[in-house]
């Protein structure tokens, strides 16, 4: 079974870029969430979706970063403009259904450096 | 908060040792659950301790919960180098989504 695809899995640019991050959940999971992993910060939760629909952004750390699902099998988070402070490891994962009783299925991460 | 945080940040041991690893939190939750991450991947569910549950085992693992502590335990029996990895607890209250500790660095030598 193919599990959490994000792509790409290295991103390396320079400040002030746009940057778009993907993911594709498990095929029929309803719950989608965005995660950041740095070394001092450990792993936060920027947003997640419910059927497609963003329930808690409240993580998302400025107005500097959106994030979209336009249909089921789809996920966008987007930094526009990038800056250095941005540079982490950056999940996806998804869930069969809401509710903080389902085990979570990662994605291998997006490792973003902003020079 | 209610955010775990796991206990050693990090441990090393021999193959064949049991490793032991704890998680505490403050407030009061549904469900714990413990992941295991290898470097450069993403985390991989290991196993989910329900709050009326006091003990769950999966193949080596055995996981404790004591909510009147606000701790849970991770025990790894018969460790193996391939569990080499970070493992983290992530509590989660009712109706809200988890909150992931800083995790534990294992090492198993050969």
């Known amino acids: 079974d193919a599990g959490v695809i994000q792509s790409p899995r290295h991103e390396v640019t320079e400040m002030g870029q746009e940057v778009t991050l993907r993911c594709k959940p498990i095929s029929g999971h309803n719950s989608l969430f965005w995660y950041r992993q740095t070394m001092m910060r450990g792993l936060e939760l920027l947003i997640y979706f419910n059927n497609n629909v963003p329930i808690d952004d409240s993580g998302m750390p400025e107005d500097r970063f959106s994030a979209k699902m336009p249909n089921a099998s789809f996920s966008t988070l987007k930094i526009q403009p990038s800056e250095p402070r941005d540079s982490a490891v950056y999940f996806c994962a998804s869930t069969p259904q809401q509710g903080a009783a389902q085990p979570q299925h990662f994605g291998d991460g997006t490792r973003l450096s902003i020079l | ?110």
């Open chain 2, 1 to 110: 908060s209610q955010q775990g945080e796991e206990d050693p940040q990090a441990l090393s041991i021999q193959e064949g040792e049991n490793a032991t690893m704890n998680c505490s939190y403050k407030t009061s939750i549904n469900n714990l659950q413990w992941y295991r991450q290898n470097s450069g991947r993403g985390l991989v569910h290991l196993i989910l301790i329900r709050s009326n549950e006091r003990e769950k085992h999966s193949g080596r693992l055995r996981v404790t919960l004591d909510t009147s502590k606000k701790s849970s335990s991770l025990l790894i029996t018969a460790s193996r180098a391939a569990d080499t990895a970070s493992y983290f607890c992530a509590t989660a209250n009712y109706g809200q989504n988890f909150v992931f500790g800083p995790g534990t660095r294992l090492s198993v030598l050969p």
